[in-house]
Each structure stands twice: as structure tokens, then as C-alpha cells.
């Protein structure tokens, strides 16, 4: 096992722009980048977060929507990240790559959120 650190600020600002910002024109993503950034301090140096959210905001082709990442109340249960999700990373570790994906990236979503299987797997 090999254990790293976490990315400098820098360096998760440009993981999540090149995925953000993946095939996008340069004055389509102006106005996007301080909310970015702030969604990439959230992240505190962890490159799958950053890689997952900045996949999810690059189908986000709004402010505002990027703005609902940046302002999810998911980011304020800490809580719930002791009590649930430390036990859950003994099985995590053991998902398929792509089940981890799938995971990750479904918990960025709003509690309750009602997304259809084909939105979901388009998505």
C-alpha cells in the first residue's frame, strides 16, 4: 500500500479545470472559474473528490447550477461522515472501480433527490 498526500490547492484547481472545463471554449468557461475554485477548497486536497466533482459540474452548463454544488448541504454533515462513512470505507475499498465511480459520484446529489435511470446513465 502506498499512502499519499493530499494535492496542493494548486494542483486540485487544475485536475478539476481540465475536466470541467473538458471541451468547452475559453469564454464559455470564464465566469465559471471562482466558483470553481471554491468548490475545489471543499475538496481539501483529495484527487477523487476532485476528479468526481469536476466530471459533475462539466454537465452543469450554468452558474447557478455550479453554484447548487458549491452550496449542497451535503458539504456541512460531518457527522454523518463519522458515523457512516468511516465504517463504509472497509467495504468500500473492495467495490470495482466502476461501482466506486457510480458511488461517488451519486452522493453529490441532494437527499431525496428523484433522478430517473436514464438521466442517471446518461449522466
Known amino acids: 500500500m502506498i499512502l499519499l ?39 481539501k486536497g483529495l484527487p477523487l473528490t476532485v476528479k468526481t466533482l469536476g466530471s459533475l459540474v462539466w454537465h452543469k452548463k450554468t452558474r447557478e447550477e455550479w453554484r447548487e454544488v458549491l452550496n449542497s448541504k451535503i458539504w456541512e ?3 454523518v461522515e463519522e458515523q457512516v462513512f468511516r465504517p463504509l470505507l472497509l467495504s468500500y475499498s473492495d467495490l470495482t472501480p466502476a461501482v466506486k465511480r457510480c458511488l461517488l459520484y451519486c452522493a453529490i446529489f441532494l437527499k431525496d433527490y428523484e433522478l430517473g435511470k436514464n438521466n442517471l446513465i446518461e449522466l
Open 5 to 43: 498526500d493530499k494535492l496542493r490547492d494548486r494542483d486540485c484547481l487544475a485536475l478539476f479545470n481540465s475536466i470541467a472545463f473538458l471541451d468547452r471554449e475559453e469564454d464559455e468557461a470564464n465566469g465559471f472559474g471562482a466558483i470553481g475554485e471554491e468548490i475545489v477548497k471543499k475538496c
Open 77 to 79: 454533515l460531518e457527522e
